[in-house]
């Protein structure tokens, strides 16, 4: 059995998440979305908030692609994450040249932790490219509309959570 990892912080799960998570389908499978817990980021949302909008979003994608995708909470080295899981692949998405410059270091010091652990990069769809967490959290504090940018339901998240600042 192929099982691929795909971690992230998810804080929102934006349609470019989505796209990769549905790419990545095809390639394993069972595939286990890392949410990363990462204090450090101070996540807008909570942990249990980031896991239910991952869960709800990719109930429709693993039944269509006839995988399982399982939603795990991490807050060690992804390597560690990857073993804890059994996966022998790690998904990565690329949006820009900037992207690649940070994941071929972590590839390279996950080859040293481990070297039977693969990185796949899957590069973001063209319409996608542009679509980064942070700048959907920006928008969406100042008042502006990312509903092209994530899923209703993620869009209602963000409203609701602005709302209450």
Do not use: C, W
């Given at each position: 059995m192929r099982i691929g990892l795909y971690p992230g912080t998810f804080d929102?799960?934006?349609?470019?998440?989505l796209d990769i998570i549905r790419r990545a389908s095809a390639l394993v499978d069972r595939l286990v979305i890392g949410v990363a817990i990462n204090r450090?980021?101070?996540?807008?949302?909570?942990l249990d908030e980031r896991v239910g909008m991952i869960d709800a979003e990719c109930a429709v994608i693993a039944n269509k692609a006839g995988i399982e995708i399982v939603v795990h909470p991490f807050d060690n080295?992804?390597?560690?994450c990857a073993h804890d899981v059994g996966a022998g692949i790690i998904i990565r998405g690329l949006r820009a040249v900037a992207d690649f410059e940070y994941?071929?270091?972590?590839?390279?010091?996950?080859?040293?932790?481990?070297?039977?652990v693969e990185t796949v990069f899957l590069m973001a769809d063209a319409e996608r490219q542009a679509?980064?967490?942070?700048?959907?959290?920006e928008i969406a504090r100042l008042g502006g509309d990312v509903s092209r940018f994530v899923s209703p339901k993620v869009n209602?998240?963000?409203?609701?959570?602005?709302?209450?600042?």
């Open positions: 929102p799960v934006t349609l470019g998440h450090d980021k101070g996540p807008l949302f909570s080295l992804l390597i560690d994941e071929y270091q972590m590839v390279g010091m996950n080859r040293q932790l481990d070297n039977t679509i980064a967490s942070k700048l959907v959290k209602e998240a963000l409203i609701a959570k602005f709302s209450e600042t």
